[in-house]
């Protein structure tokens, strides 16, 4: 079994910085961090920032410069680094990713659980 764990959220000043880790643990035999999403209160989830299989990265313009996404597939993490934090970015954020594991050799998209992010003005 395969479980996605993010961590870093919490209550913060607009301004301010967060940065978000999602670590992957179980039988796992390769991980490839694919992107950070969050969804606030009374709206859809959307994506803020992505891998893509080519390495390529993008994100959402409402982050851009703001924040940076990171990964050590070696490591089965990745991270978001938030700077600069405004009221807007408050909500849950989750972590995707495609694992492969071992027993089944199969690959998941993984979600995480979220984790909670809200920024005061």
């Known amino acids: 079994q395969v479980q996605l764990v993010e961590s870093g959220g919490g209550l913060v000043q607009a301004g301010e910085s967060l940065r978000l880790s999602c670590v992957a643990s179980?039988?796992?035999?390769?991980?490839?961090?694919k992107g950070w999403y969050r969804q606030a209160l009374g709206k859809e989830r959307e994506l803020v920032a992505e891998i893509t299989r080519g390495g390529r990265i993008n994100y959402a313009d409402s982050v851009k410069g703001r924040f940076t996404i990171s990964r050590d597939n070696a490591k089965n993490t990745m991270y978001l680094q938030m700077d600069s934090l405004k009221p807007e970015d408050t909500g849950v954020y989750y972590c995707?990713?495609?694992?492969?594991?071992?027993?089944?050799?199969?690959?998941?998209?993984?979600w995480g659980q979220g984790t909670q992010v809200t920024v005061s003005s």
């Open positions: 179980g039988n796992i035999f390769s991980f490839n961090a």
């Open positions: 995707n990713a495609d694992i492969r594991v071992v027993s089944t050799m199969s690959f998941y998209d993984s």
